[in-house]
């Protein structure tokens, strides 16, 4: 099987370690970085180095190139960009995927596989969802600092989730916390719910994780939100566990005090922010539905 994994950042970096490691020298699969610029570079010469809390370990793919037309077919495809470069990074892919290749999106959000499904027609799309904290420390360089490092990946129906049980052993195999599922847009929605709401309001506000657990009137807010969340699900047919809320405010309570949201991160260094996969995703399907997102929209003005 040819794996490619496309964007070797935190989460592409963890997981496509992992399969490099356990694969790239054996004739069982065919592991391919997609990547850019420095970061390719340090990968090209060095491979790729991973801390991690499990141990630290240098992973050398395959190939590692930054053309990835000229990479051939892949069978599996993982993305692992960030929200606004998939269009772009789809689109260049699409030399590489038939009617054969499966493709797992691991990105932040709810509407990566429907957007993949427009610009890669030919491929079979799944859904995918990861909880891991880690980042590029430097060039050629992942550091995992913490999180489940679980990937969830799969459909909504039993009998297709079966067809790919092979990945599932794949994943396993290269000692990844994996899950193959039948209920993935649970699982995405979940997250969602967490992530949507506290990304946004940690964004607009420069409060972090515990400032906002601390503030009675602020974890109000994070709850509303949520159930703004709720309420946009269960209007799309999704309809999220009755505890869903509680447990998304216990986690939220668990980060450490000054823990920030990768919104909030990216908003102060000047990056570009997933606002659209996230806060305005929300806004404008609960704007259709007919769903009221008011503190959705009031924290969407204030990150325009």
């Known amino acids: 099987m040819r794996i490619a994994i496309v964007g070797i950042g935190g989460v592409g970096g963890y997981f ?9 020298t054996s004739n069982k699969h065919e592991i391919i970085f997609i990547a850019r610029g420095e970061h390719l570079k340090a990968i090209q010469k060095n491979g ?5 809390q499990e141990g630290d370990y240098v992973a050398w793919p395959n190939i590692a ?4 037309a ?3 077919v892949f069978d599996l495809v993982f993305f692992c960009t960030k929200s606004y470069a998939l269009d772009n990074s789809a689109k260049e892919l699409s030399a590489c995927v038939n009617k054969n290749t499966v493709v797992i999106p691991l990105l932040n959000g709810v509407s990566s596989a429907e957007k993949l499904r427009a610009i890669l027609p030919q491929a079979k799309i799944l859904g995918g969802s990861v909880y891991i904290i880690s980042h590029i420390a430097k060039p050629g360089v992942i550091k995992q600092e913490g999180g489940a490092c679980k990937l969830t990946f799969g459909t909504d129906d039993s009998e297709s989730a079966k067809k790919y049980s092979n990945i599932l052993d794949v994943l396993l195999m290269a000692k990844i916390n994996a899950v193959l599922t039948d209920k993935i847009s649970e699982v995405l929605w979940t997250k969602y719910l967490l992530m949507c709401p506290l990304g946004s309001l940690t964004a607009a506000t420069g409060n972090t994780y ?9 974890r109000k807010k994070a709850r509303d939100m949520m159930l703004e969340v709720v309420a946009v699900a269960k209007a799309r047919h ?3 566990p009755e505890e869903a809320v509680d447990k998304a405010m216990e986690m939220v309570a668990g980060f450490g005090y000054h823990s920030k949201t990768s919104m909030q991160l990216d908003r102060e260094n000047g990056k570009q922010t997933e606002i ?3 806060t305005a995703y929300l806004c404008e399907t609960g704007k259709g539905l007919g769903i009221p997102t008011p503190l959705h929209d009031e924290v969407y003005e204030q990150l325009k």
Do not use: F
């Not at 496509?16 to 790239?24: D, P």
């Not at 190139?65 to 990835?68: A, H, L, S, V």
């Not at 515990?210 to 602020?218: E, F, M």
């Open 16 to 24: 496509g370690g992992k399969l490099a490691r356990e694969y790239a």
């Open 48 to 52: 790729l180095q991973l801390l991690t």
């Open 65 to 68: 190139t930054d053309k990835p």
């Open 70 to 72: 000229g990479a051939g």
């Open 210 to 218: 515990g400032s906002i657990w601390a503030d009675p009137l602020l």
């Open 238 to 240: 999704i309809n999220l």
């Open 276 to 278: 659209d996969a996230l």
